[in-house]
C-alpha cells in the first residue's frame, strides 16, 4: 500500500462522503410528500457538500500519493478491496459534484412536478456512485460504480424527460453500455496479467506493445463515448435535449468527465507506450470534435441542443490538453473540466428556467428577453462569456493552459484548434444577442417574470466561482501539480522543460 | 526606471466601473443619473491628472490586481505612453457627458440608461487598456471594450443598427480571438511572460529565442498588427463604418476616441514594448508595416471622398487618420515615433469636434448628408465655425493641432535611411486627399446656396449643452496646435 495514505480523520471521510447520499435515499423512501421530499433531498446534499469541504483544508499538496486512504477486504479469493482513495485530479472533481448537487436539487424545485421523490431518489443514487467513481481504487468497486451510474441516468432521462425521451435513454444506455462492456474486458485482461484489481498496482507494469495497443483501445472506446469525442457522440445531444434541467447539469457537470478522468487514470498511466503511439490520432480527433462542436452548435435553434453541441466542442480541449503530455496541457485540461462543469451546468440551469416558464427551448421564442428580464440575461451573459473562454472567466485560464501547452509542442495541431476558439465566440454570442435583444419582431415577452431568490441562489454561487477560477486560480491549480508532474513521468515524458514526446513522435 | 506601487491606476479604472453601476441603478431619475455620469468622468480626470507630475518626473505606477499564473497578471501600469491615452480619453469623457445628454434628450431617444451604463463601461475598457502592465491585461481591456459598445452600436434596435452591430463584433471578436489570442499564446510560450517592457527599444524576445524562431516571431507580429483591428487597418476596417448607425456621441467619443484608440494604441504599444525598436529595425519589419498602412491612408481618403453622408466620410477620415500613428511609429525613427503617438491626442480633440458637429447638426435640422447642408452654416455658424477649425487640423494645416503631427511625420520620414522618398509622397497625397474631402463641407456650408424650396425654417443652433463642448473641443485642437508641449511632454518622455 505505499502508494496510499490512510486516513488520519476522526472518521473514514471518502466513505462517509459517498455514501451519505445513499443512506439520505433509503430515508428518503420512508418520507411521504412531495415538499418534504425536496427539503429533506437538499439537506443531505448540503450536508454531503459541507462534510466533503474539510478534503480541501487537509489535503496534502505536495505528495502524488492517493490520500484519505481506506482500505477493507472485501471478496479475498479473487483479491478484490473495498479501496477507496483520492489524489490531486480527483479532488477538484469530487468537490465540484458535491457542490453542484444542491443545486441541481433546487435547479428541479419547480420543474419536477411528478414523483417528485423518486426523481430525488434518483439524484441521491446517482451522487453516491459519481463520487464512488472518483474515489474507487480497485477495478472491481470502480467498474461496478460506473455501471450503477447509468440505471439512475437512465431513469432521470426516460421518466422526468421530453417527448422523445424514450429514444434518448435508450441510445444513452446503448452507448455507455457497449463501451463499458470494453471497459471489462481490459479489466480482465489486466487482473490476469497482474493477478489484482487494483489500480494502482497496475501503473507502471512492464506490459508487452502489443498488449498495452488492446487494452489501450479498449479503455479509449469506453472513456471515449463518455467524454463523448468524436465521433462516439451522437448519444449527447439527444439526451441532454429530453433530460430534465437536474439530469442535464448532471450529465454535462460531471459525467462528461468521467471519460477524461478515465484518460487520466487508466489510458496514461497503465498504458503509456500505447497512449505515446496514438497520441497523433487522439489530437486530431479532438480538433475535429472542436471544430465539429463548434459549427454544429452555430446551427442550432434549440438552446440546448446548442450547449450541447459546445460541450462536444469543449470537450474537445479536454482531450487535447490530455493528450499533448506536458504540464501546462493536462493541468489545463483539470481545470478545464472544472470549468466546463461549473460554466455549462450553469448555462443548464440557465435554460432550464426559461423551460420553466415557457416550457419552450426553441431559440427563437426567447427572444428579446432582456427588457423583462433584466437580472436573467446578466447571468446568462456571465456565464455565456465565461463559456466563449473570455479572459477574466475561468475557462480563459483553462484554454489558455490548453494552447499553450498545445503550442509548445503541437503548434499546427494547436493551430487548427483556433478557429474552435473563434467558433465558440460565434455560438454563444449569437445566441446571447438572441436572447437578450431578438430582432426588430420579437415574440411578446412582457407576461416574463424575473428570476425569483431560489434562482438567484443557484446562479450566484456558481458565478462567483466562474471569477475565482478566472483571476486567481492558485488555490485550484496547486492542488493539482504534484499528481499532475506524477502522472507525466509515468507516461515517460519529463515534466516541464525536459525533452517532450513531440520532439520524439513527430519529426 | 522608478517604479512606484500605487493604487491610484486600479482607482481610476474603477471609477468608471462604479460609475457604470451607479448610473445603472438610479435610471429612474435621469438628472441623478446624468451626475453620476459626470462625478465619474471629474473623479476619473482628476485621478489620471494627479499622476502626471510623478510620471512626467520619469517614474512608472504599477499595482498588481490578480496573478493567475506565473507570467500572467492582472496588473496596471501607468507611464508616459499610457498618459497619452488616458489623460485625452478621460478629459473627453467629461466634454461627452453634457454632449450626450445635450443630444439623447434632444432626440427623446429610448433606453437611455443603458446607454450611458454602457458609455461608463466603454471608459473602464479604455481607461483599462491605458494602465494595462501587459498583454493579458490589455486584452481582457480590450475585450471588454468589444462587449460594452456592442449595445451602443446597437442601440436603435432596428434592422441597420443589428446589422450594424453585428458586422461589428463580428470583425472584432474574430480578430481578436483568431489572431491575438494565439499570437499571445505563443509569445507566452516562447518568453514566459507577458509583461511588456520598461522601454520601447529592447522588446521582450531575447536573441536566442528570436534566432530559434525566425519565421514565427515576424508571423506573431502580422498577427498583432490585425489581431488588434479596433486600428482600422485594411482588410479588416470595416466594422467602423457599420458601426456609425451607432447615436453620435458614440461615434464621436467611442468611434473617434475610446474605441478607435484602443486600437492603435494597443497595436503601437506592442509594437514598442513587445517587439521593440531594435528587433524590428533588425527583422526589417517597420518599413514594410509603413508601406502597408500607407495604402490605408491613401484609400480611406480615397473613398471618403466619395461618400455624402457626413458620418460615412468622418468615419472613412478616421480610418485614415489611425493608419498615421502607426505609419509613424513604424517610421522607427525617434520624430516619426513622436509624431505618431502625439496624433493619438491631436486627432482625437479634432475628430470629436467633427463629430460632435455633425450631431449637433443632425439634432438641430435632422440632416444627414452634406449635399443637404449647402448654406447651413450661416444658420448654425458656431457648429460650423468649430466644424472648420477641425477640418484645419485634420488637413495638418498650421495653427491647429494636426499640424504638429505632420511637422513630425514628415521630419520623422526624412530621418529615415532609406525609403524616405516614398513616405514623404504619401503624405503629401494624403493631405491633398484631406483638403479635397473636407474643404467642400464648410466652404459650402457658409457660402453655398441652399437648396431649392429649402429655407431652413425654424432650425436654429443646437442646444448648449452640445454647442459649448464642441467649442472646448475645437479650442483645445488650437491650443494644443499653438502650444503642443504639453502632449509632446509625455512623447517625448516616451522615446527618451
Known amino acids: 500500500m505505499d502508494f496510499l495514505i490512510m486516513n488520519s480523520m476522526d472518521f473514514s471521510i471518502l466513505s462517509t462522503v ?178 489484482s484489481f487494483s489500480i494502482p498496482a497496475m501503473m507502471g507494469q512492464e506490459y508487452s506493445s502489443n498488449f498495452q495497443i488492446w487494452v489501450f483501445l479498449a479503455f479509449f472506446l469506453a472513456f471515449a463515448i463518455k467524454v463523448p469525442m468524436f465521433p462516439f457522440h451522437t448519444w449527447l445531444p439527444a439526451a441532454h435535449v429530453e433530460a430534465p434541467t437536474a439530469g442535464s447539469v448532471i450529465l454535462a457537470s460531471v459525467l462528461l468527465k468521467m471519460g477524461t478522468y478515465g484518460f487520466l487514470r487508466f489510458c496514461l498511466p497503465i498504458t503509456p507506450e500505447a497512449t505515446l503511439t496514438f497520441v497523433p490520432y487522439i489530437l486530431w480527433l479532438s480538433v ?206 519529463v515534466s516541464g522543460d525536459g525533452l517532450s514526446v513531440a520532439q520524439l513522435m513527430i519529426p | 526606471m522608478d517604479t512606484i506601487v500605487s493604487v491610484k491606476p486600479l482607482l481610476a479604472v474603477m471609477t468608471a466601473l462604479a460609475g457604470s453601476i451607479l448610473v445603472m441603478m438610479s435610471g429612474r431619475k435621469p438628472n441623478i443619473r446624468e451626475s453620476w455620469s459626470f462625478i465619474a468622468a471629474v473623479t476619473m480626470f482628476s485621478i489620471i491628472a494627479s499622476m502626471i507630475p510623478t510620471i512626467l518626473s ?106 450594424g452591430a453585428k458586422k461589428y463584433i463580428v470583425y472584432l471578436t474574430t480578430t481578436a480571438k483568431g489572431m491575438l489570442l494565439p499570437a499571445m499564446i505563443l509569445i507566452y510560450v516562447l518568453t514566459g511572460t507577458l509583461d511588456f517592457a520598461n522601454n520601447i527599444n529592447t522588446g521582450i524576445f531575447t536573441q536566442a529565442t528570436v534566432d530559434a524562431n525566425s519565421i514565427l516571431v515576424p508571423v506573431l507580429y502580422v498577427f498583432c498588427i490585425f489581431g488588434f483591428a479596433k486600428n482600422g487597418i485594411m482588410p479588416f476596417h470595416n466594422w467602423l463604418p457599420g458601426a456609425m448607425v451607432a447615436p453620435t456621441p458614440v461615434s464621436a467619443l467611442l468611434h473617434a476616441v475610446a474605441v478607435v484608440k484602443v486600437g492603435v494604441f494597443c497595436t503601437t504599444r506592442v509594437m514598442l514594448y513587445v517587439f521593440g525598436v531594435d528587433l524590428m529595425s533588425a527583422l526589417n519589419l517597420g518599413v514594410p508595416t509603413a508601406y502597408f498602412v500607407s495604402f490605408t491612408i491613401l484609400m480611406a481618403s480615397v473613398i471618403a471622398l466619395s461618400k455624402d453622408n457626413l458620418k460615412a466620410r468622418l468615419a472613412y477620415s478616421t480610418i485614415s487618420q489611425l493608419s498615421y500613428i502607426i505609419l509613424g511609429v513604424a517610421l522607427l525613427t525617434p520624430s516619426g515615433i513622436e509624431g505618431g503617438l502625439v496624433h493619438i491626442a491631436n486627432h482625437a480633440f479634432s475628430k470629436i469636434t467633427l463629430f460632435f458637429c455633425a450631431g449637433a447638426i443632425y439634432v438641430a435640422s435632422h440632416k444627414k448628408t452634406i449635399s443637404e447642408m449647402s448654406g447651413l452654416g450661416r444658420t448654425m455658424p458656431f457648429t460650423f465655425a468649430a466644424f472648420g477649425i477641425a477640418s484645419l487640423s485634420m488637413i495638418g494645416a498650421p495653427p491647429v493641432a494636426g499640424f504638429v503631427t505632420k511637422w513630425k511625420l514628415l521630419v520623422g520620414a526624412m530621418e529615415m535611411p532609406s525609403h524616405s522618398i516614398g513616405i514623404l509622397l504619401v503624405l503629401l497625397a494624403s493631405t491633398l486627399l484631406n483638403v479635397g474631402y473636407f474643404a467642400p463641407i464648410t466652404f459650402k456650408a457658409f457660402f453655398g446656396k441652399r437648396p431649392a424650396g429649402e429655407a431652413y425654417a425654424g432650425i436654429k443652433e443646437a442646444p448648449l449643452t452640445m454647442v459649448v463642448p464642441i467649442m472646448i473641443a475645437a479650442l483645445i485642437s488650437v491650443i494644443i496646435g499653438i502650444y503642443p508641449d504639453f502632449m509632446m511632454n509625455f512623447v517625448k518622455a516616451v522615446t527618451g
Not at chain 1, 496534502?60 to 490531486?88: K, R, V
Not at chain 1, 481545470?335 to 466546463?340: C, G
Open chain 1, 18 to 195: 459517498m455514501f451519505l447520499p445513499l443512506a439520505g435515499a433509503l430515508v428518503l423512501l420512508f418520507i411521504p410528500g412531495d415538499t418534504a421530499a425536496k427539503n429533506w433531498a437538499l439537506l443531505v446534499t448540503i450536508v454531503t457538500a459541507l462534510v466533503s469541504l474539510p478534503l480541501y483544508w487537509n489535503f496534502d499538496i505536495t505528495t502524488a500519493q492517493f490520500q484519505f486512504g481506506e482500505h477493507i477486504s472485501w471478496i479475498p479469493s479473487l483479491n478484490i478491496n473495498y479501496t477507496l482513495g483520492i489524489d490531486g485530479i480527483t479532488l477538484l472533481l469530487i468537490l465540484m459534484t458535491t457542490l453542484l448537487m444542491p443545486l441541481c436539487v433546487l435547479g428541479s424545485w419547480r420543474y419536477i412536478e411528478k414523483r417528485v421523490r423518486e426523481f430525488m431518489i434518483c439524484l441521491l443514487i446517482m451522487e453516491t456512485s459519481m463520487l464512488g467513481v472518483f474515489m474507487a481504487l480497485d477495478f472491481v468497486l470502480f467498474y461496478i460504480l460506473w455501471e450503477a451510474m447509468l440505471i439512475p441516468m437512465y431513469l432521470l432521462i426516460g421518466v422526468w424527460g421530453g417527448p422523445r425521451k424514450i429514444y434518448a435513454s435508450i441510445k444513452f444506455f446503448l452507448y455507455t453500455l457497449a463501451g463499458s462492456v470494453m471497459l471489462l474486458v481490459a479489466i480482465i485482461a489486466l487482473y490476469l496479467k497482474t493477478g
Open chain 1, 288 to 493: 475535429a470534435g472542436i471544430l465539429y462542436g463548434g459549427f454544429t452548435a452555430l446551427a442550432q435553434q434549440d438552446m440546448k441542443k446548442l450547449i450541447a453541441y459546445s460541450s462536444v466542442g469543449h470537450m474537445g480541449f479536454v482531450t487535447l490538453g490530455i493528450f499533448v503530455l506536458n504540464t501546462q496541457g493536462v493541468e489545463g485540461a483539470i481545470l478545464q473540466m472544472i470549468n466546463h462543469g461549473v460554466t455549462t451546468g450553469a448555462l443548464f440551469l440557465c435554460v432550464g428556467m426559461i423551460y420553466e416558464r415557457t416550457h419552450s427551448r426553441e431559440l427563437s421564442k426567447a427572444a428579446g428577453l432582456g427588457t423583462y428580464m433584466p437580472i436573467y440575461v446578466t447571468f446568462l451573459a456571465f456565464f455565456s462569456l465565461s463559456s466563449l473562454a473570455f479572459p477574466g472567466t475561468n475557462s480563459f485560464v483553462g484554454e489558455f493552459l490548453i494552447l499553450a501547452g498545445g503550442f509548445a509542442d503541437y503548434k499546427v495541431i494547436a493551430a487548427c484548434a483556433i478557429p474552435g476558439a473563434i467558433l465558440a465566440a460565434a455560438y454563444m454570442f449569437r445566441m446571447l444577442q438572441r436572447m437578450v435583444w431578438g430582432g426588430t419582431q420579437n415574440p411578446d415577452q412582457s407576461k416574463m417574470v424575473d428570476l425569483n431568490m431560489r434562482e438567484i441562489v443557484i446562479l450566484a454561487p456558481l458565478l462567483f466561482f466562474v471569477f475565482w477560477i478566472g483571476l486567481s486560480p492558485a488555490p485550484f491549480m496547486d492542488v493539482m501539480h504534484a499528481s499532475v508532474s506524477h502522472l507525466l513521468s509515468q507516461v515517460g515524458v
Open chain 2, 58 to 163: 520619469g517614474k512608472t505606477l504599477v499595482y498588481q490586481l490578480f496573478k493567475i499564473l506565473p507570467g500572467l497578471t492582472v496588473t496596471f501600469r501607468v507611464d508616459a505612453f499610457s498618459m497619452i491615452f488616458a489623460v485625452v480619453a478621460s478629459f473627453l469623457w467629461i466634454l461627452a457627458v453634457f454632449y450626450s445628454a445635450g443630444y439623447m434628450r434632444g432626440l427623446h431617444e429610448h433606453a437611455q440608461t443603458r446607454f450611458n451604463t454602457c458609455f461608463a463601461l466603454s471608459l473602464f475598457g479604455a481607461i483599462g487598456v491605458a494602465f494595462s502592465d501587459n498583454l493579458f491585461t490589455m486584452y481582457l481591456f480590450y475585450e471588454i471594450v468589444s462587449v460594452c459598445t456592442y449595445p451602443l452600436v446597437a442601440h436603435h434596435q432596428d434592422e441597420e443598427g443589428y446589422q
